[in-house]
């Protein structure tokens, strides 16, 4: 069973960045469309930036844009979020997964909180 381990969050002060990474155990990062999504308390689970498997086409939610950057290293089997000039309510627990259904279970996820 394929499995996905995030690591990278921690708490930052607003303005701050961290870098996310997504390990895959099997080589499917080459192969599917990967995503990042996140969730905040009390909120559902939402899509923040996905890669199609070439790694040259990225798409981000527009809250997001210009300060997360989402990238792939295929020979490592693992996605990264680069996230820059965090918010307040970038708060949440972050997840990977493939883009589309039929999505992998999930992983434990990294919780990123941004406060001073």
């Known amino acids: 069973q394929v499995q996905l381990v995030e690591s990278g969050g921690g708490l930052v002060q607003p303005g701050g960045s961290l870098r996310l990474s997504c390990a895959a155990s099997?080589?499917?990062?080459?192969?599917?469309?990967m995503a990042w999504y996140r969730q905040a308390p009390g909120k559902q689970r939402e899509l923040v930036a996905a890669i199609a498997p070439g790694g040259t086409t990225t798409n981000y939610v527009d809250s997001v844009k210009g300060r997360f950057t989402i990238a792939r290293d295929n020979a490592k089997n693992t996605v990264y979020l680069q996230m820059n000039s965090l918010k307040p309510e970038d708060t949440a627990v972050y997840y990977c997964n493939k883009r589309s259904p039929p999505l992998i279970p999930w992983g434990q996820g990294t919780q990123v909180t941004v406060s001073s």
């Open positions: 099997v080589s499917i990062v080459s192969i599917y469309s």
